[in-house]
Every structure is written in structure tokens, then in C-alpha cells.
């Protein structure tokens, strides 16, 4: 069974919100961009709020979606939207124990494969001569400069067709 690891960049939604992705694969890298922005628009499907994130994998050459979670405003005595037949959850209860840190995350599960067509700019190979001597009062870099590999994937309808070498140092 392969390693599974996970990346996580922000994108901008055509509201000019921002919202967290995180992607996960079974080889390491990370996620610097994607063109289109890679995620539906949470506004129009009305899930407005804080903190939104949506989950993605990539297994086998396909890209699915696998949750979208946040802290989505409510209108009174109004439940959230379904999205394509699936029911928001209340990620937490406030008897739960240990007590819930906020008792207004929804999440939506899925296992659906994206539809997603574009690029996805991703880094591998950290190169550590970037790694900060106190990565607690410094920031790591993330960006595509300190990577000794920088790649472009491919995706047409949720496929991946290609990878295309952008960089590579050694």
C-alpha cells in the first residue's frame, strides 16, 4: 500500500473569498496553483461563511472530490443545501467529548470524480538549503523556487493527461 500524502494552498472563489484546498495523492508534493481555480464556487451553491475547505484526491490518474467543510452561515430555521442529493452533517455536537471547539462545522461527504479540466502547477523535492533555522518564529517557503522539481499536471474531465517538467534542479 503506497504512502498517502496531503497538500493544502488557498484559492480565491469568483466572490473574491478565500477558501482552503487540501489534495491528497500517493506521491508527495504540493500545490502551488491551479488554472481555473480548482474547487466549486461556494457561493453560488450557497455556502457562505467562515473557513471552507474542500477535500480532493488523486488516485490512479483520477482527481475526486471528497469533502467540502466548513463554518457555513444558516439562515434561521433553515437546514443548508443539498449538493447533488447529499445532506450537509454537523461536523460536531456540542456533547461531544472532549467538548467540540465550534459546534457550527458542517461537512459534506462525497466520493465523486471531479470534473475539473486545467493545470495544476505542484513542487517535489524540498530543497532543505531553504529550510529556516527556527521554523517557529520562520516561515517555511512555499513556493516554486525552493523545489527541486516543479511539475504542470494535466487534467481533462477529472483525468490526468499529462505532466509536463517545468523545472528541475539538482
Not at 7 to 30: N, P, R
Not at 112 to 122: A, E, Q, V
Not at 127 to 146: D, K
Request: negative net charge.
Amino acid at each position: 500500500m503506497p504512502l498517502i500524502y496531503q497538500s493544502a494552498h488557498t484559492i480565491t472563489l469568483a466572490d473574491g473569498t478565500e477558501c482552503q484546498i487540501h489534495m491528497t495523492a500517493d506521491e508527495d508534493f504540493v500545490v502551488f496553483e491551479t488554472t481555473p481555480p480548482l474547487g466549486p464556487d461556494l457561493s453560488l451553491l450557497g455556502l457562505d461563511g467562515e473557513r471552507r475547505t474542500i477535500f480532493y484526491s488523486i488516485e490512479d490518474g483520477r482527481l475526486w472530490l471528497d469533502m467540502i467543510w466548513g463554518e457555513f452561515r444558516r439562515r434561521p430555521f433553515r437546514s443548508l443545501p443539498a449538493i447533488d442529493g447529499v445532506e450537509a452533517v454537523q461536523l460536531c455536537t456540542v456533547e461531544s467529548v472532549p467538548r467540540c471547539e465550534n459546534p457550527r462545522m458542517w461537512g459534506y461527504g462525497f466520493v465523486r470524480p471531479s470534473d475539473f479540466s486545467g493545470t495544476m502547477l505542484i513542487g517535489r523535492d524540498f530543497n532543505m538549503r531553504f529550510w529556516p533555522e527556527n521554523e517557529y518564529t520562520e516561515r517555511v517557503p512555499c513556493n516554486p523556487e525552493v523545489y527541486r522539481v516543479v511539475e504542470r499536471l494535466i487534467f481533462t474531465d477529472g483525468r490526468l493527461t499529462g505532466r509536463e517538467r517545468v523545472k528541475q534542479t539538482n
